[in-house]
Structures are given as structure tokens and as C-alpha cells.
């Protein structure tokens, strides 16, 4: 049998798989959805690039930043998101970036500029970002739902004690 490290070892959060390469059994570990542990994640978007914004979150939000992460279960935790009315773009990109969405009626394509956008609903430019780099189906929906984005400093999660994460400049 191969050695198996002991990080794998300390978290029981892992079924195992069998296969038999070379001669060898090689156990594969994925987590079991029920014994996953969530943190709560909070991130200051004052002054940052939405994408670098997005990109971050979107990973914790899916769990690739911890060792037992299994494609198809949700192994990410919850992301808090404050001053996402603070946010920019890089370039030209704050004149040019259009969101658009379609009513259900015949010529109903709606658009608006992301100025006008951060002046209406800031946190949806985040979100659509977020949303865009999450998987299309019933998972990503589910891992959307724990992504939680204020416009300003204040949010009413103090109680699940969030770690702040610094993003780099």
C-alpha cells in the first residue's frame, strides 16, 4: 500500500476509492458532502479589480483551496464581500463593460453600462462576475447561494466570526 500523508489522515471527511495500478492498490480520497467543514470567509473590496475580486472568491467558494477538494461536492465556504461599491475596472473597460438581460418578450434585450449598474445595484457586477466563473449546473447554483455580497462596510454576519483575507496588490 502507499502512504498516505497525514493531512489526509487528520480529516475524516474523506470515502476512499480503490484502484489497482502496476500491481498496486492506490486509494483515492473524496469528501463526503455531510462531513465537510464551512468557514466563513470575509473580503474587502475597497479600491480592488472586480476579476481579481471574483477570481479569489470564486475558489474559496468552491472549495480549491483546501487539500480535500472533490470536483462534484461542495467542499467551499461561505464568502462575505463588503465595499463592493468601491470596486474598478482596468483600461477602458468602466466606459465600454455593458450587462445585458432579456425580458421574455419579443425585442426585450435589455442592457446597461456598468456605471449606471454600480449606481443601481453594485453588488450584482460582483455577482455576475462570480457567477460567470462558477460550474453551470444544480452544484454551482448551490455554491452561489453561499456567497453573500454587501455595498458597504457593514454586514450582519459578526456572529459566524469571518477570517478576513488581504487581497494582494
Known sequence: MA?????????????????????????????????????????????????????????????????????????????????????????????EKEYFHYTGFPGGLKSESFKEAMVKHPERVLEHAIKGMLPKNTLGRQQLKKLKIYAGPEHPHTAQKPREIKMED
Do not use: C, S
Open 3 to 95: 502512504p498516505v500523508t497525514t493531512a489526509l489522515l487528520e480529516n475524516e471527511a474523506f470515502a476512499e476509492a480503490e484502484a489497482i495500478i502496476g500491481g498496486k492498490t492506490v486509494k483515492t480520497y473524496y469528501a463526503k458532502p455531510n462531513e465537510v467543514k464551512r468557514e466563513w470567509v470575509l473580503i474587502d473590496a475597497k479600491d480592488q479589480v472586480v476579476g481579481r475580486v471574483a477570481t479569489k472568491a470564486a475558489m474559496i467558494l468552491r472549495g480549491k483551496n483546501k487539500p480535500q477538494y472533490t470536483p462534484h461536492v461542495d467542499t467551499g465556504d461561505f464568502v462575505i464581500i463588503i465595499n463592493a461599491d468601491k470596486v474598478r475596472f482596468t483600461g477602458t473597460k468602466a466606459g
